[in-house]
């Protein structure tokens, strides 16, 4: 059985990392989630926000 | 500057709910500090040093639960009383959302029955992050574009390997276990199972479902990569195979833009493997394929749905009508609106936030009208010059690069789509603009009223000229997303707007409207 | 009393080692202390406390596991503080495993080099990513309150006064936020720094009476239960865990074993780990100065 099946038949419980309104999205529907305030290692690209810029045609 | 105070007697409070308590107190403006312990010697030796201990406070036990606050207004402690008994209800998965761990491992620690991780990070991170998350038996939605082919196949082989799900990179939507997750509607429960490598593409077919009395098992998302070559299909065989193994399903659908001819095969065969009833929609790709698989095509989203639900019922799969509304209404409708065109409105113009529900307009509109403009076209010469200059007929996907540098994506943000109806209405010989609102989990919170005042504005302008503008609009959503659905549609009445029940419906109304006045 | 005849006996999954004690002396007749989401506590007439806890959950000497299911059955009964029960009649631990301290059986450290190189590589990763709220921190007023009693606390443990270093633990109990105040995390952490690192009785027995006769009043019943138990060598095993791999590990283990303090309450993995910290600067110095002599 692929333990795809086995999620099928549990309880939803989500780690959320990058855009926050995903984990309030998730945690408004009573299911438990954990956002994880992720930072880049040291060097990295500071600009989070233009993710939301680069969202490609869904 | 007052002090005030509330104790709890006998009042055990796990050490997380005090410290959020503290924070969220100390974190307004009009608290100068606060102090939340129990009342033992030393903390009230502590308070006394901050001017906080009275005698009521003295009282207290080290079993009693004291919090203490200095702030400007006493008026507003109540405020403060409310949020504390608003917190020290609240149940724990709440509170833990507060806390917020910095790593994708201490997250695991801290929630180690977690299954599933939503990643939509920068790109360079997320491939990363993804391949600890498989790595640590999690199934993955990955949002994230900008992951290279190679991680993709990389982080699609172990998934495989483990028999998990990755759905992505460019992966929007999704809903596991009736839980939508990023850009998703809210839809029934029911036995459909659908498997997509588009994100709108999956919406639309998810929410017509709805509309039509079924309802989803499971809605696994692959990326809109996933059917390439280089990739081969592996998410949509994993998925198609665990909808095989769903009890709860007993239809599938797979949705996405026509594959090269080797990965539909493999897709299709791994389909008649699984052995159960199924309906394929290659957006405009190659029907006999499919038949000869033996699965039902369909000719449109809003098809596939109508012929996933009849299955769905046992039924026999027909075409979806071509309106839901009689014929001879819809020409009716379409004939009033024609007749207030001016003489030299001809052309249509579509403004979708909706990167596929784009296509299928361009798609149904080619088959009628033999060609359309856009920044995404079906054929090279039909691509605009400049994408924000519409020529003839012309249909824009908002959602594409160029139109969301520096922006938000236009399901969350109208301002794109403000500007350009604004434009498009400089235009006298537009007759149509068509546009679609998709509701649902990550859309914005009033998409319609985001649009309504523009669409007045634009409709006026052709007023002014002695002309009259169109508005077809499509809300793609359910009564169960979280806006108001039937709010949403009559904002875009009330604005003028004609409204119909699919994307192709609304489509092919519009074409009824524009192919009055050109000859095809 | 709750009748229980319609209820069926639930199997304990493992015990620590102080819970049959507890229960013989009070004849297994427990009053609901607190409810928490991951956690229920039943205390006895001579307030001692047993915990249930569901698996995955880190048990210490007084904490009894129960499958997921078994504990979310128990919370279902509906029992609320102050509800007495007869605790056999609903759990049983016949077959339970019984999870013993680890601190008694330790050999002494050999390698006193490589603890002290982990014990720099401790202060650095709590510094980086401990939760500074409250002794950890230097700049709120518990640590602060704190810093006098610790400078006085290490002078009188080199000096091997060790009754007189105890007193100055004592003065910690019941000091700063969280449920089980800062304080006595940190006191509890220097403790399973002393008992890890097998340290001698006329050491041990020193600080550990004055923390089994004198701390009751100075902290709420869950906190001391806690501390009387570390005073007597019993922790949970993530506290183990952790003041062993400072001890005898490697950098990776300590990373390990900080990850799972972290899951502590709010700031006591942290608090408790601070404890450790400075129980084994101390406990280093004075091996130290020994060797010197």
Known sequence: MLKVNELFKEELKVINMGLRSFANDVKSQDVPVIHVDWRPVAGGNKKLSSLLSRLKSK | MVSKWLIKENSYYDSVTLMIITKEIEARDDVENAVVVMGTDLNKDL??????????????????????????????????????????NKKKSDAGEDYTPPTLDSAIKYMPDSNMVVISLPGAYAAAEAKKALENDKHVMLFSDNVTIEQEKELKELAVSKGLLMMGPDCGTAMINQVPLCFCNKVNKGNIGIVGASGTGTQEIMVQVHRMGGGCSQVIGTGGRDLKKEIGGLMMTLGIQALANDDNTDVIVLVSKPPAIEIAEKVLKTLKECGKKAVVDFIGGDDELIRKYGFIAASSLEDAAYKAVALAKGEEPKDAPIFTESEDKIDKLAAKEREKLASNQKYLRGLYSGGTLCDETLKLFTKEFGGIYSNIPLTPEYKLEDNKKSYKHTALDLGDDEFTVGRPHPMIDSYMRQQMIVKEAEDSEMAVLIMDVVLGYGSNEDPAGSLADHIKLAKKKFADRGQYLCVVAYVCGTKADPQNYDEQVKKLEDAGAVLMPSNAQAIRFAMKVVRGVIKC | ????????????????????????????????????????????????????????????????????????????????????????ELISIKNSQTIYRRSGYKPVPEDIIKAEGNNIYFESLLSQKGNKN??????????????????????????????????????????????????????????????????????????????????????????????????????????????????????QQIEAAFSEMLKIGSSSGSDISAGILFGMTNILALINNKEVK
Request: hydrophobic share 45%; aromatic share 8%.
């Open chain 3, 134 to 251: 409250g002794l950890l921190g230097k700049e709120n007023i518990y640590s602060r309150y704190a810093a006098p009693i610790l400078s006085e606390f290490a002078t009188l443990f080199l000096q091997k006064r060790f009754d007189e270093a105890g007193e100055k633990l004592l003065g910690l109990i019941g000091l700063g936020p969280g449920l089980t105040p800062s304080g006595d995390d940190f006191v509890l952490g220097v403790f399973a720094a002393i008992y890890s690192f097998r340290m001698s009785e006329d050491i041990i027995s020193g600080l550990k009476d004055i923390m089994v006769r004198k701390a009751k009043n100075k902290t709420n019943i869950i906190s001391y239960n806690m501390l009387r138990q570390g005073a007597m060598g019993g922790f949970i095993e993530w506290v183990e865990d952790m003041a062993d791999a400072v001890i005898y590990g490697d950098p």
């Open chain 3, 1 to 88: 009393m709750i009748k229980t005849d319609q209820i069926c006996v639930i199997n304990a999954l493992k015990i620590g080692d102080g819970v049959e004690e507890i229960l013989e002396k009070s004849d297994s007749r427990l009053k609901v202390h607190s409810i928490f989401e991951h956690a229920v506590n039943l205390i006895n007439d001579n307030d001692w406390i047993i915990t249930l806890l569901p698996e995955d959950y880190s048990a210490g000497p007084q904490a009894v596991i129960l499958a997921q299911e078994d504990f979310a059955k128990f919370k279902s009964l509906g029992l609320g503080a102050a509800d007495t029960l007869d605790f056999n």
């Open chain 2, 47 to 88: 308070l006394n040093n901050v001017g906080l201990l009275n005698d009521e406070i003295n009282k207290t036990t080290a079993n009693d639960l004291i919090i203490a606050v200095r702030m400007k207004d006493e008026s507003k402690f109540d405020e403060i009383l409310a949020k504390v008994d608003e917190l020290l």
